[in-house]
């Protein structure tokens, strides 16, 4: 019998992450097709889905950089971050439900956003850089997802999946960078009133700007660079938190404000995993 190629082996990646999505049934992990140091099959993936997805209608408005966290990264047996695309319609304004059964296995983090005014092209970019180019910082709450059951995932599994992305949320105030200190801001998240996680900026790469310069860089590398417009959810502050229909978020960063989310609750047509 003939191995399969590696442009087969991506391509049945998609489909089966992809069908995951469409029928709201998780699927296995596709690591068994995406060996596990085939990080670039892994994002061939992940582009196969951006493709699709333009293709489709859909606006991209930017990057998710995920795996900040060294404890998330050694659980993965990883040492580096990864990225994912983020859409216009993965926007769930403040005040807006999340309807019941959009997601399959959401969880909510806390994290810092951040909107260009201006292009990052250098693969080089320094701290000076990525400071001008900033327009402003918003605090945000990324609702991450796997298409792959149990959360099953490894680097492969979860680069392939579009880096877990679900939806996000952002707050409404912008903060210019001269007035935050990044790297010193302290997060609180709480569901339905009680404390699920807390962190810093210095918990995400060391600080938010690192992991932006780290997904300018790799980007910038890759010949697709962060463009002004673009929006940078910069990766977690803290833990995330499981969320179920009726729970409700509301994410604390100092410096920055407030940022809430809630789900909805569940009906008979459909309930949150």
């Known amino acids: 019998m003939p191995v399969p190629t590696r442009p087969a082996r991506v391509a049945e990646a998609a489909a089966l992450l992809e069908e995951a999505a469409r029928t709201g049934v998780p699927c296995t992990p596709v690591r068994p097709l995406l060996p596990e140091a085939d990080i670039e099959a892994a994002y061939a993936v992940q582009q196969l889905h951006v493709e699709r997805a333009l293709a489709a209608g859909r606006r991209l408005v930017g990057r998710k950089v995920g795996l900040t966290s060294p404890a998330v990264q050694r659980q993965l047996g990883v040492d580096r971050p990864d990225f994912g695309a983020l ?28 909107v260009l005014g201006s292009d990052l092209p250098h693969r080089d970019p320094t701290v000076a850089d990525l400071l001008r ?40 105030t912008p903060v210019p960078l001269d007035r935050v200190d990044l790297r010193a801001v302290t997060m609180t998240l709480t569901r ?16 938010p700007l690192t992991a932006a310069l780290w997904l300018a860089s790799t980007l910038a590398g890759l010949g697709d660079p962060l463009r002004a417009g673009d929006l940078v959810l910069t990766g977690a502050l803290g833990p995330m938190a ?14 920055l404000g407030t940022v809430t989310t809630a789900f909805a609750p569940a009906t008979e047509e459909g309930a949150l995993a």
Do not use: H
Request: proline share 5%.
């Open 192 to 207: 339905n009133g009680e404390q699920v996680s807390r962190g810093t900026g210095a918990d995400c790469l060391g600080s």
């Open 87 to 114: 859409f216009a319609d993965m926007a769930v304004p403040e005040g807006q439900p999340v309807a019941p059964g959009r997601l399959l296995q959401p969880k909510v983090e806390a994290e810092v956003a951040l």
């Open 242 to 255: 499981a969320a179920a229909a009726g729970d409700e978020f509301t994410a604390v960063i100092e410096g």
């Open 133 to 172: 180019a900033t327009a402003f910082a918003l605090p945000a709450l990324e609702i991450v997802d796997s298409r792959i059951a149990d959360w099953d995932i490894t680097i492969v599994d979860t680069v392939a999946d579009n880096a877990s992305c679900g939806l996000y949320v952002l707050g409404g």
